[in-house]
């Protein structure tokens, strides 16, 4: 006998439980503390007695809250303010010029604002970029889960040691200040703005503490020109930036490769992006580590760079495949569904299961989040309707819709 008080019971045409195959006109039985209690198809839901629990009913699919693996909260307040698809390099030109023209009042604002779409768009769990500790006072009161990837850059073999010791300053301000949300890395932000020995020296300390590590990959054309041949926008961007490549060698070889053994083989590590990744760079790095996850951000891609993932070379890596927003600068808003409805439009490798998991436990296994991602009794994973929806085909529409009810 299940002790019912205070209980929701929610059905819908669909429940995607992730854990197990999709359960047309489903029950979900949750208690008071967010917690599954039952998971039921109709002929279960009809031999049991629910009287006294009002049955919540709802059009559309419902599935368990959603893990936006790539976000930065702090590039919030640069929302619609970065000019649209002029490549990578004329991105990070454009934002430098106008990143530091803001008050920190007006950064803090435009940060809770995007946390609370985050919410109502049925994000349970965020794994976020750090530059600096604007974000740090709302992820301490936030709903949310936070993981943070607190970044660094520098070119420059000598200021490595400066560079890394800054991080560790801030991961002590985060520990002091973002409450039970302060689990965080320190991370190389991408292969061509990291040095060697900064690359090393990371590696190196994600190894000994077991970190989980993300690094932004091959999100432009260019990023492996500048490894192959030292040539190409993003070489003539860091030389613009007053930086001196002549002890610097490429190394003739794809950017991510060529970076990849400064990095540990045994910690989780998560590729963001992957535009211009090739069938040889998945091969390869699934070689050289087991523990390889892969995040997409295709609106953010579009954004920037006017350009997608070859998806169908990922169609046999469904259980590692993850999706991150990005930034507000690089996107409209922080929606986990828009995201799929762009992948879903350029791509039939992916069924809807296949989306949803991308969305949800893939995530949760990334962070070891182990109370996200199904509807597995027990779990708190949280409980997204999404409607007006295909349901014949079980597509997304572009008007599909989100909306958290637990
Ligand atoms: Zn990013």
Redesign the pocket.
């Known amino acids: 006998m299940i002790q019912t008080d205070f209980m929701r019971l929610i059905t819908a045409d669909y429940i995607f439980p992730i854990s197990e195959d999709p359960i047309n006109n489903g029950y979900i039985l949750i208690n008071h503390d967010g917690e599954i209690v039952s998971l039921l198809n109709e002929a279960e839901f009809s031999k049991e007695n629910f009287e006294n629990i009002p049955l919540e009913k709802h059009h559309g699919i419902i599935c368990p809250g959603f893990v936006n693996s790539?976000c930065?909260l702090e590039l919030s307040y640069l929302k619609n303010l970065v000019p649209q698809k002029k490549g990578l390099a004329g991105f990070v030109r454009d934002l430098q010029k106008i990143r530091n023209q803001h008050s920190e009042k007006e950064i803090l604002l435009a940060i809770e604002k995007a946390e609370q779409q985050m919410y109502d768009n049925g994000i349970v769990a965020v794994g976020d970029?750090c530059n600096g500790n604007s974000s740090f006072s709302t992820k301490a009161k936030s709903k949310i889960k936070y993981y943070n990837f607190l970044e660094l850059f520098g070119f420059e073999n000598d200021k490595a040691d400066e560079i890394y010791n800054r991080a560790l300053l801030l991961s002590d301000e985060l520990v002091k200040t973002a409450g039970l949300n302060a689990d965080y890395s320190i991370i190389p932000h991408s292969p061509y703005s990291v040095s060697d020995k900064l690359f090393k020296k990371i590696g190196e300390s994600c190894y000994a503490k077991g970190n989980i590590i993300s690094i932004?990959n091959q999100e432009t054309k260019d990023e492996n020109t500048l490894f192959k041949s030292k040539s190409g926008e993003i070489a003539q961007m860091l030389l613009s930036f007053g930086l001196n490549l002549d002890q610097w060698n490429p190394s003739g070889f794809n950017s991510m490769p060529s970076v990849m053994v400064h990095l540990p083989k045994c910690n989780k590590t998560l590729l963001?992006h992957n535009t211009f990744t090739n069938k040889e760079d998945i091969e390869w790095v699934n070689n050289y580590s087991k523990m390889i996850w892969w995040c997409f951000?295709p609106n953010a891609n579009l954004y920037i760079e006017n350009a997608l993932p070859d998806f169908s070379i990922f169609k046999n890596l469904k259980n590692r495949l993850t999706i991150g927003t990005?930034?507000l600068a690089s996107n409209h808003n922080l929606s986990i569904l828009e995201e799929l409805k762009t992948i879903q439009n350029n791509t039939n490798f992916f069924s809807m299961d296949d989306l949803l998991k991308m969305a949800t436990q893939n995530g949760a296994d990334f962070f070891d989040y182990k109370e996200l991602g199904s509807f597995e009794k027990g779990k708190k994973p949280g409980v997204n309707l999404i409607s007006n929806v295909d349901l014949k085909g079980l597509k997304l529409r572009p008007e599909s819709a989100i909306k958290k009810l637990v």
Do not use: A, E, G, P
Request: with cysteine; proline share 0%; glycine share 0%.
């Open positions: 790539h930065h970029i932004h963001v951000c990005d930034s």
